[in-house]
């Protein structure tokens, strides 16, 4: 996640950031099932996605 987007996301609503979660969430899932059945071509945007999601759950919870 870029510098910008990380300043947008974290000034975004609870409700907001939650959807955004959601579809990490789900972009991750498929780019697992992606991984098992190909090789992705760049398997470390699995773990930015993974870190992407850990940092939004904290923004989530800084919010309440």
Do not use: C, G, Q, Y
């Amino acid at each position: 996640m870029k510098i910008k987007d990380k300043e947008a996301k974290k000034n975004l609503s609870a409700e907001e950031l939650r959807a955004e979660l959601l579809r990490l969430k789900e972009k991750r899932f498929k780019l697992r099932i992606k991984h098992k059945v190909t090789p992705l071509t760049n398997p470390l945007e699995l773990r930015s996605l993974r870190r992407d999601i850990a940092r939004l759950k904290t923004w989530i919870r800084e919010k309440l």
